[in-house]
């Protein structure tokens, strides 16, 4: 089984609405066979555009896209086989679940039979059988969902759109469904293009997930390194909570380097984008990776004072006025060995050097 | 049977359902008030005068109020030869008092519609009457007019006796009842309304099909335009909402005529010669022309409310499931706009049905409507129960339309906005 790893391949597209602005600016992307993908972005960001413009329904102003090694921007839609789930869903109204599971199958000329057949395939893959007589109108907001994700794939397309499918359900409902369309893409293996902006969303479902900012994919890779390890600070502050200390690199050796920071104080950092002496840059650390009253031996030691504190159950989250960022955010597991968190208290925060990402200065 | 047994009570003792009622009395008087101008004027507007246009169409107490002695004299007439002395004898005397009171007039028209000739006869009789003796009165009036000898007059008289009548109702539909009673139709070249019934339905029909085709696209472009376009477009729709009635039909003339823009124009890009300009107007064309463009905005309105409602990604959803353009269309796009289409073309037709100044104007012989002969008989021939009954004729069919356009499509799915 070799598996097509430039199965869906964006070569240096741009796009661009009204010959003023970029969309999309030099777009290059390769996308495998089977592989669960996610553009991810906030809203502007071009990842819709992109998607529109492998379903056919924007034309690249520059560049071509490639499926399966065709390239494919002079074919119109309804040849290119690709399945879409839209963000309203866009069930036909006016047909029952059946009909709008028939439609691909109709316009392909299958048989009844095979159109049966199908249609009850892919209900109950959605675990909607019975439904078959219901109108969209009938049916609720997760139901709709469903139906239109089978309709998608009722005809066994080779790469399934998906445009913020999600966004219109409640969180529970969101969330289950996350599963339920993961579980369907290990299940049959289609190549999934999948488009939101909720990044837990994109971290919960993806092989690997593309983090769009102002036309740019500004990091490709999986979800996990995507978090621990982001490599610019557009990234580090979108993907997950984030704390930010802005300053100068006085020293840099191969893997560490001295910041120092803007009311003078000086830490230690991982040099990820500062190659030099008296850069500017913004350095992130996730809440998480720093730890209080720690016995263990860490390269930063400081004393911060509490200035709230918000209760979540099975964590605390703490605000710090630290080194001068009165925004730092702590997470404290609840133990009993956390009980002096006071307002007003000071507390010893520490965390490693590795931690701490040294990055653009944005 | 348990709300019987046992009427559930609020915590003062009171059954719940009076203490609702109570509760809702209130609001419901307001509400009433509320409403009630408008339901004057509703009932005041447009109740009243249908209901008395329905009264006036079957009304037939005039003549047989002028004429009470002759009626009842009448009564024991088997109408098969001409009435005896007692029948002449009350009509003179009926007569004499209208004459008195110079109101025969109305009479002498209102007999006219029942056979033509009457009012000479009336007026001749009228004439002569004054150096009447007394006595044998028979032999008096049919010395005035030979036609006073003829049975069919008098036999016309007698119909009109009941003070209810469906005459008029065929008369509508050109028939007629006979001297037997029987009901038949009216000489073949006397049959005008049948052919202006026709005539209406045909220009009804094409203008609601014409509307169709050409405010189909439009309503599209209106719903899918960026707004900056579509704004304008709208504007172009609606331009000639704002343009008097009699203005816009009047422009159809100069454009229509045979010296006109139009004709000017074919004959400058030498489609027809100047000799053999094709008249446009005063005839159906013209109605077909004026009609359409001016209920146009008719059907471009509810079919455009309904396409804006559509989403477009239901058609890039037909495509992307691999519908050609022309599937996607016709299976998603075009069944959700038939609530819009439905809307339209009920407006346009029942609009269209009843048209009056347009084809009077530029209609001509050949283009004139059924609403233009009920406008003739309420204006020149002043027979307005006949009025009334066409235009009760009008309505019914107008209510069959809607009925069967119930049947077909469902009122529920009509959308205007």
């Given at each position: ?362 | ?346 407006l346009v037709f029942i609009l269209a049905i009843g048209y009056y100044i347009t084809p009077a104007l530029v209609g001509g012989a050949s283009g004139t409507l059924i609403s233009n002969q009920i406008a003739f008989h309420m204006k020149s021939t002043l027979d307005w129960s006949f009025a009334s009954a066409m235009g009760l004729m009008l309505l019914t069919g107008v209510l069959a339309i809607y009925w069967v356009y119930n049947k077909l499509v469902g009122v529920d799915n009509i959308k205007l906005g």
């Amino acid at each position: 089984m070799s598996k097509n790893s430039e199965f869906v391949k964006f070569d240096k597209v741009d796009k661009s609405y009204d010959g003023k602005v970029l969309v999309v600016k030099d777009l290059n992307l390769d996308i495998a066979e089977g592989e669960f993908i996610t553009m991810l972005g906030p809203s502007g960001s071009g990842k819709t555009t992109c998607l529109m413009m492998l379903a056919g329904f924007e034309t690249p102003t520059n560049g071509e896209i490639y499926l399966d090694k065709n390239p494919i921007s002079n074919i119109p839609p309804h040849k290119r086989g690709i399945g879409m789930v839209f963000q309203n869903y866009a069930l036909f109204p006016h047909m029952t679940v059946y009909e709008n599971l028939a439609f691909p199958l109709r316009v392909r000329k299958f048989s009844k039979d095979d159109i049966d057949k199908k249609v009850d395939k892919a209900l109950s893959m959605v675990s909607l059988s019975g439904f078959e007589n219901r109108m969209p109108g009938q049916l609720s907001g997760g139901q709709q969902q469903r139906v239109a994700v089978a309709r998608a794939l009722v005809f066994d397309p080779a790469v399934v759109l998906m445009d913020e499918p999600l966004g219109a359900l409640d969180k529970n409902l969101r969330e289950s469904m996350q599963y339920e369309i993961k579980h369907i893409h290990e299940s049959i293996g289609v190549t999934v293009v999948y488009v939101t902006h909720d990044q837990s969303e994109a971290l919960t479902m993806s092989n690997r997930i593309a983090v769009f900012n102002d036309g740019k994919v500004q990091q490709l890779s999986s979800p996990d390194k995507l978090y621990e390890e982001p490599v610019n600070s557009f990234v580090a502050e979108f993907i997950g909570e984030n704390n930010r200390f802005s300053g100068q690199v006085t020293d840099v050796s191969k893997d560490k380097c001295k910041v120092k920071l803007d009311d003078g104080s000086e830490i230690l950092a991982n040099p990820i984008a500062v190659k030099s002496n008296g850069e500017k840059t913004i350095v992130s650390l996730r809440p998480e990776r720093a730890l209080i009253n720690t016995k263990d031996k860490m390269e930063n030691n400081f004393k911060g004072k509490i200035e709230e504190v918000i209760y979540h159950g099975d964590h605390t989250r703490v605000r710090l006025n630290l080194l001068g960022n009165k925004d730092f955010i702590l997470k404290v597991p609840n133990s009993s060995a956390n009980m002096d968190i006071k307002l007003g208290n000071q507390i010893n925060v520490s965390w490693n050097s590795f931690d701490a990402r040294a990055l653009d200065p944005k | 049977m348990s709300s019987e047994t046992q009427k559930i009570l609020t915590t003062d003792g009171i059954p719940l359902e009076e203490s609702l009622k109570k509760a809702e009395k209130k609001n419901k008087i307001k509400a009433f008030l509320l409403v009630c101008p408008l339901l004057l004027f509703l009932i005041i507007t447009y109740v009243f005068p249908i209901g008395d246009m329905l009264y006036r169409s079957v009304d037939d107490r005039m003549v047989t109020d002028m004429l009470p002695k002759t009626y009842k004299a009448m009564k024991q007439w088997d109408g098969k030869e001409l009435p005896d002395e007692k029948v002449f004898e009350a009509f003179y005397l009926d007569y004499k008092k209208l004459v008195e009171e110079k109101t025969f007039g109305k009479l002498a028209t209102q007999l006219n519609f029942e056979k033509n000739g009457f009012k000479s006869i009336l007026k001749k009789l009228k004439r002569k009457m004054k150096k009447f003796e007394e006595g044998n009165y028979k032999e008096q009036i049919m010395n005035v007019h030979k036609r006073w000898a003829d049975v069919e007059y008098w036999r016309a008289l007698k119909r009109r006796a009941p003070s209810y009548t469906y005459a008029k109702y065929l008369k509508g539909v050109d028939m007629y009842e006979n001297e037997d009673g029987k009901i038949v139709q009216v000489p073949e070249d006397r049959r005008i309304h049948k052919i202006l019934w026709l005539r209406t339905l045909e220009v009804a029909f094409f203008v609601t099909i014409f509307c169709f085709l050409m405010a189909y696209p439009i309503a599209h472009l209106l719903a899918t335009l960026p707004m900056k376009y579509s704004n304008l477009l709208m504007i172009c729709v609606l331009l000639p909402f704002w343009t008097s009635l009699l203005v816009r039909t009047a422009s159809w003339m100069i454009l229509l005529q045979q010296q006109g823009i139009v004709n000017d124009f074919f004959v400058m890009i030498g489609l027809v010669s100047d000799d053999s300009r094709p008249e446009m107007m005063y005839n159906k064309t013209g109605t077909y022309v004026a009609m359409t463009q001016i209920l146009l905005p008719f059907m471009v309105l509810p079919l455009y409310s309904v396409m804006k409602t559509i989403s477009p990604s239901l058609m890039r959803a037909g495509k992307s499931l691999g519908g050609t353009p022309f599937i996607a269309f016709w299976k998603v796009y075009f069944p959700l706009t038939i609530p819009g289409i439905g809307a339209g073309c009920l407006l346009v037709f029942i609009l269209a049905i009843g048209y009056y100044i347009t084809p009077a104007l530029v209609g001509g012989a050949s283009g004139t409507l059924i609403s233009n002969q009920i406008a003739f008989h309420m204006k020149s021939t002043l027979d307005w129960s006949f009025a009334s009954a066409m235009g009760l004729m009008l309505l019914t069919g107008v209510l069959a339309i809607y009925w069967v356009y119930n049947k077909l499509v469902g009122v529920d799915n009509i959308k205007l906005g």
